[in-house]
């Protein structure tokens, strides 16, 4: 982080808003950048200056104020003074501050604020003679004595109709002197009784509290369990802003208002916000007073001000801004500016309004658009208040194991067929079994979602669950399920078939009662151009993973330049892979048996293909030793018995097999499909150029290549490239290899969350690339030729700085699950524009 110079003598822990360079946001706090650059643009922003963020994490490392800040806060406030024309603690026109906090990243009402800072009883009469009104004086010592009790001293009770009261019985006439007298007196009463505290008279020793105050406010729970829950580094620290204060709270031809350039909720155009005649600012946001619409409550020529600024300044900074205002006295002043939170749904309009209206180039239109907003808006999912109700409520039955990420409502069924005839008609069913077989799989394909009282991630369930993709929870103990009875169980608690349930796919939770779910808006023409948008930007190739035909048609609608699927994945999903691990653990020859393979992969493969019509499929053949469904394939059973079926080409006939299926499917499927295989877990060139030579014994109908999940593979990636027809990187198995942990860790939240608090890896393998991986991928990066370009496969969620790194190195084609097709496309896009 820079430590701009400052042209008051001193440390450098403060700068003026005139001298602050705005883009230097890590110093300066979002506040700060913001105040800085509307006041060098020339707009009506009082005075002030920034302590920096160097200064916090000084006080939050020693436990007192840096040597050197309070001097340089002294001379800053002289030129403050010079600058407003007012004198802090007295008169003629007394100068009152607000000290605000401003973090680099924005934190809304997270942290501490004081008002009206630097009232004493001559500071109160000069206000009084300067405003001509003492009742005017009286509430803002009240506000002012509050604010710092309750937020510099921690009173529980700073306020109250008391001394509403008092101020209230203040005429406008009275001496403001003797106003401030029975006003302060009265509140330093109350607090006495509450803590036993008192808030300085002294305007100095406020200033330092309250400074003191922020700082300390980086580190309340609050502000600490906000940077949790959002990923915000808690080493960064806040700025204090201090600023002159303006007064909406003087006349009726004052107030306060906080606006958006356009909705944030929907993303419409235009002014959209709130205004509370003769208030301050947080009267707005405290929901004590219902304010009016910003356009139906402000002067015309005031609204016409307002409206040209917000316009200047939203194209200025290519974003959607919050902005904070005051007037006073029909005079308009700005008093912060911030890019504005808003909904997915807004996120995608506004960008996609920006690039329609021309006004700022793709790479900002696309800035502030991200993958998570794309997925929220994508899939239908809980809606949150009701949600929470739902949790409040004590509707929550059971938690069990994500197994499949979805979150859906409906009827429960215990079993299959009535699933299946439920679905039919079309009724939405979950699924509640002990636990799921192969003779489960009508009922699994027909349900929103499943859950099992049994098994693990890689159940049958659970692998069946993603290859469909159906929302699915597995392993949920306390339910019984009593299939006569027709009724699960979990404690005291009875649901009998037929009562309304809500599952939650990726958190495990099983809720009674049905959750509203949002509207999708994915398929609306505003996404669509966006995503066109970041693809023609990148040039990137995305395949989709799909498993049945009926995930073809939803693959290429998100963007898929071209598809790829497993072949175990689709045994799974059509009821066929327990099979095949019982044909391998059975007696008889093994290559015969291989046969039965090839038959089941040319009839699933010729619908599927027929789908396709045309666009490129890359299919990964068998792995017997996946991880994902070890349970399933009963792999330590099959592999004792069969430990040639561990290592990628130990049993060629099954390759073979494969290779024939596809041949025939190809033949039979009525269309002229691109196809190819690889083989998982490739590590050595000669065991490319065995599969090559496999293939072409089998006739060259489909090509063949390797799926590369080893640091080994990576170094030998030149000569496996070489021997292959299509080479794809499993980047998670790379990066777990590196990390010695096992890749299915990359998907959860423990144990690499707490290992990442306990500081215990340098980063997190879920997020970015490693150096070592970034290392080995820039070697087959080198390995790429013009006929065979190495594909990117990526499970889970993927996100941004992973796939800016995977750009960066020269990785121009992917392949991810169904439901990242469209965040990868903007992934890829704004890495290609400078926007990740």
């Known amino acids: 982080m820079s430590e701009p110079t400052s042209t008051v003598s001193g440390s450098g822990f403060t700068r003026a808003f005139a001298e602050a360079d ?29 302590i920096g963020t160097s200064a916090c994490r000084s006080y939050l490392d020693e436990g007192a104020v840096p040597a050197g800040l309070l001097d340089e806060v002294s001379a800053r406030l002289a030129n403050l003074e010079q600058e407003a024309g007012k004198a802090f603690g007295g008169g003629p026109v007394p100068l009152l501050l607000s000290v605000r906090s401003g973090a680099p990243i924005s934190m809304p009402g997270m942290m501490d604020t004081v008002l009206n800072l630097g009232l004493n009883r001559d500071a109160a009469s000069a206000l009084g003679r300067a405003t001509g009104n003492s009742r005017f004086v009286a509430n803002v010592v009240a506000r002012f004595h509050a604010m710092y009790a309750d937020t510099v001293l921690g009173a529980l009770d700073a306020g109250g109709s008391d001394i509403d009261d008092l101020v209230a019985a203040v005429d406008p006439g009275d001496d403001a002197g003797e106003a401030y007298d029975r006003i302060w007196q009265a509140c330093e009463a109350k607090l006495a009784d509450d803590s036993g505290d008192s808030v300085p008279s002294d305007p100095q020793d406020q200033l330092v509290g309250a400074i003191e105050a922020v700082f300390r406010s980086w580190n309340t729970r609050r502000a600490r369990t906000y940077r949790d829950h959002h990923g915000i580094p808690h080493d960064l620290g806040t700025a204090v802003v201090v600023q002159s204060m303006v007064f909406g709270n003087l006349s009726d031809d004052s ?184 003779a489960d799989l009508h009922g699994m394909i027909a349900a929103n979602g499943i859950v099992t009282a049994t098994g693990g991630s890689t159940s049958h369930a659970a692998v069946v669950a993603r290859a469909l993709g159906t929302a699915c929870v597995v392993g949920a103990a306390a339910m019984a399920v009593d299939e006569s009875a027709r009724t699960v169980t979990i404690g005291d ?55 049945l035909p009926s995930d073809v048609e939803i693959a290429r609608q998100a963007g898929a330049t071209g598809l790829v699927t497993a072949i175990d994945d689709v045994l799974a999903a059509t009821g ?44 990964r053949a068998i792995d017997l030793v996946a991880d994902e469904s070890r349970e399933m394939l009963q792999q330590t059973a099959v592999t004792t018995r069969h430990p040639e ?57 489909v090509p063949v290549g390797a799926y590369l999940t080893s640091p080994r593979a990576a170094f030998g990636a030149r000569d496996i490239v070489a021997a292959s027809d299509n080479v794809w990187v499993e980047v998670r198995a790379l990066q777990a290899a590196m990390f010695g942990i096992p890749a299915r860790q990359l998907l959860t939240s423990e144990p690499l969350d707490g290992y990442l608090q306990r500081k215990l890896l340098s980063c997190d393998p879920r997020i970015e690339l490693d150096t070592s991986t970034h290392e080995l991928l820039g070697r087959i990066a080198q390995a790429q030729t013009g006929t065979v370009p190495v594909g990117m496969r990526l499970t889970g969620s993927v996100p941004q700085t992973a796939a800016t790194q995977l750009y960066q190195l020269g990785f121009r084609r992917y392949a991810v699950d169904l439901d990242e097709t469209r965040p990868l496309v903007l992934a890829l896009g704004k890495a290609a524009l400078g926007a990740g």
């Open 576 to 619: 066929h892979l327990g099979g095949l691990a019982e044909q391998l653990l059975g007696d008889g020859d093994g290559n015969e048996r291989f046969e039965r393979v090839a038959d089941l992969v040319a009839k699933e493969f010729t619908t599927l293909l027929a789908s396709a019509d045309g666009i490129e499929v890359g299919v």
């Open 645 to 701: 079926l561990s290592v990628p080409l130990g049993r060629p006939a099954l390759i073979a097999a494969q290779l024939r299926g596809l041949a025939t499917a190809v033949r039979d499927c009525g269309v002229s499909p691109r196809v190819h295989l690889a083989v998982r877990h490739v590590g050595d060139p000669a065991e490319a150029v065995a599969l090559r030579q496999l293939a072409d014994a089998e006739g060259g109908n």
């Open 255 to 438: 107030g306060s208002g906080v606006v958006f350039t356009r909705n944030p909720a929907t993303g419409e155009p235009g002014l959209f916000g709130e205004y509370l005649a003769n208030s301050q600012g947080e009267d707005v946001v405290a929901g004590t007073r219902t304010p009016d619409q910003v356009v139906d409550a402000l002067a015309q020529g005031i609204l016409a001000e307002l409206r040209d600024t917000c316009a200047d300044l939203e194209q200025a900074q290519g974003d959607v801004l919050d902005i904070e205002f005051t007037v006073e006295r029909s005079v308009l002043f700005f008093l912060q500016v911030r890019s504005a939170k808003r909904t997915p749904e807004a996120a995608v309009r506004i960008a996609s309004d920006f690039l329609a209206e021309g006004t700022v180039p793709p790479a900002v239109a696309l800035r502030n658009l991200s993958t998570e907003q794309v997925r929220q808006v994508q899939r239908p999912g809980f809606d949150e208040d009701e949600l929470a109700d739902a949790r409040t409520a004590g509707r929550l039955l059971t938690t069990g194991i994500g197994a499949c990420p979805g979150q859906v409502s409906g009827a429960l069924v215990l079993d299959p067929d009535r699933a299946k005839s439920q679905a039919d008609e079309g009724a939405d069913v979950i699924l509640a079994r002990a636990v799921t077989s192969p």
């Open 493 to 547: 608690v009875v649901v009998s078939e037929g009562d309304e349930v809500s599952l939650d796919g990726a958190s495990g939770e099983l809720f009674t009662g049905q959750i509203a779910s949002s509207t999708p808006a994915a398929a609306t023409g505003a996404l669509g151009a966006v995503l066109s948008t970041a693809a023609e930007a990148s040039g990137c190739s995305v395949l989709t993973r799909v498993t």
């Open 22 to 50: 705005p883009d230097d946001v890590d110093w300066l706090g979002g506040k700060g950048s913001g105040l800085a650059r509307m006041s060098q643009q020339g707009l009506r922003v009082p005075p002030g200056y920034v």
